[in-house]
Every structure is written in C-alpha cells, then in structure tokens.
C-alpha cells in the first residue's frame, strides 16, 4: 500500500508561479512513474506531466504545459515536484500526483489507468 500527500496548491495571479510537491510512503513499493493530472471543474481529468524514477529522469508533458511547467524528483525523499510558472487561468484545477509501481507499457504514462495510487489533491486557483 502506498500513500501519496500533496502540498503547494493555492491562489495566484496570472503569469504567477506556484511548486507542487507530492511524497510518497508505504511499505516494500518500487517507484517506476510519477505523474501529475489535472482536473478543472466539470471536465475530466487530463495527464499534465510525468516522470520516470528508474534510470533515466526522463520527463513528459501535456502540450498545454510544455515551455512553462517543469517536473523533478528526489528519489531520497519519494518525492515528486511541479514547478508551475507563467501560470494562466486556465490552469486552474484541482491537481492530483500518481504513482505507477507495477510495470506498465511503455508510453502509456499519458494515462490515469497506468496509475495505481493517486493523492487527495490539492487545488490551483489562477486569477485574471
């Protein structure tokens, strides 16, 4: 079982930034992916980022975000971030952080069935 605490979410103005962090904890889990998705009110919810934790820091962005947010890890600290800059209103979303820890196909990282484990969310307000 693995539990994932999010922190960072909260209101800013347009062309803001704000980091999200999310950590990881459990017992006997491998970390292969994490990812950050994004839910806005009454839409779905939509990839915005992810990173793989096994070799490579290889990272991957919605097109939405490319240029302006930024994905890292700590594999010390299970712990993922999202740096958010020039933020936009349309960016506003509830943002959830997964974990992947079974191996998955690969590419498939864009979606939230790759995902076994999922944050409570912590929500990004962006005001004009």
């Known amino acids: 079982q693995v539990q994932l605490v999010e922190s960072g979410g909260g209101l800013v103005q347009a062309g803001g930034s704000l980091r999200l962090s999310c950590t990881a904890s459990g017992r006997a889990f491998r970390l292969y992916t994490m990812g950050w998705f994004r839910q806005a009110p009454g839409k779905e919810r939509n990839f915005a980022a992810a990173i793989n934790w096994s070799g490579s820091n290889t990272a991957y962005y919605a097109d939405s975000v490319k240029g302006r947010f930024t994905i890292s890890r700590d594999s010390a600290k299970n712990t993922v971030y999202l740096q958010m800059n020039s933020l936009k209103p349309e960016d506003t979303a509830v943002y959830y952080c997964?974990?992947?820890?079974?191996?998955?196909?690969?590419?498939?990282?864009?979606?939230?069935?790759?995902?076994?484990?999922w944050g409570q969310g912590t929500q990004v307000i962006v005001s004009s």
């Open positions: 997964a974990a992947a820890t079974a191996r998955y196909v690969s590419g498939t990282y864009y979606y939230p069935r790759t995902y076994e484990y």
